[in-house]
Every structure is written in structure tokens, then in C-alpha cells.
């Protein structure tokens, strides 16, 4: 159903607005707000307990393009990101160790560099596919309390800021108005798994 809409809102302003001049657009920018989070299934690997943690991401983008404009085979994505994630419930790095209540976030700056391989490139609505690295600073909070073998409430807390690598995995479809704008849907891992959509205009 998202699908379809999609494909209508893009037919519909192709058909509204005027016709392009043969200018090629070399450049980009955009923003991508995504949903973003750890799967369970990493953080077992981790946590003997812990609860799911779950956010957002925020993305300013800007693209390259090579001598076809946006109808070009690869082209280059630039970012800054940030996203925070976080949960409240009980923590356990092993079985024995004391149930720690609380909450917890964990949040990245990072700027990634990511080469976009479009298939179909001449068609207006294509998928692609990319791989990209950088760096990013990470920072983990965690507080709240537990009860050690006296029944004592022990309130405790924990915070570390890291440099991390950052790899990017996106995979998306494009909607391409125009030239002049662009609509993607996107799916990937950067640092956690995120699902969001884009705007972007070419100049």
C-alpha cells in the first residue's frame, strides 16, 4: 500500500511540474529521519539481561553524482548522523550477578562516507545498494539501583564516551522526480539496524 502511494505521489508531481532544462545535476542534500536499534539477539551476546532498547536517528546527507547526474551507476553519500537509543528495565551482564533496575541510553555522533551502487539507474523508481565506513564518538549512561545480599538498596550508575569505527550498510529503493528531488526508502546497519526515508534536492 506504502508502495503504491509512493509511486502515485511521484507520477503525479512529475506530471505538475514544469519540464527541466539539460542542466545535469551534480550535487545533492537531504536529511533521513529512520527508526534505529540493537536486535535483541546482538545484546544477548553482551548482557546475560537486559531490556530492548529502541530509537531514533536523525541524518543530514549530501551526494555526488558522476556524468549521468542522479542516472549515474554509483554515486557518493557524505553524513552526519545522530541517534540515541535507550530502554528501562533490568540488567545483567552474567547470570550471577546482581539484578541491576534501571534505565539506559547509548547515543553516536558519527560522519560516514558510503558509495551507492543504483540498479536500473534510468529508471525513476530503482533500488541500490551501498557500502560505506567512518568514525563516530559514542556515548553509554546507564544509573539505577539494586539489592546485594543484606537486602541494602544499592543505587549505582555507569558512563563511558568511546571513538568507535562505523560501517554502513544501506540498502533502499529511490523515487526520482524530476531529477530535481529525490525520495528514497532505506533499510541498513550503521553502528545498529535503522529503517527511515529522505528527502533530497540536486543542484
Known sequence: MKAKALLFIIVFISIILPATDSKVF???????ISS????NALLDLAL???PQLKGTAMCFETYSYGDNGPHSLFSGVYSLEYSRISGEGYFRVEQYNNRFFGSGEITQL?????ILMHIFPASPIHPYVGAGIGIGRMSIFAEGSYQDELG????DSFQKKLIVPVGHLPVGVIGNIRDKFLLRAEA????GFYFGGSVAINF
Open 26 to 32: 551534480r550535487y545533492g542534500a537531504g536529511i533521513r
Open 48 to 50: 546475560y539481561e537486559h
Open 110 to 114: 558519527n560522519i560516514t562516507a558510503t
Open 188 to 191: 541498513g546497519f550503521k553502528n
Open 152 to 155: 541494602t538498596t544499592i543505587r
Open 36 to 39: 534505529f536499534g540493537i536486535p
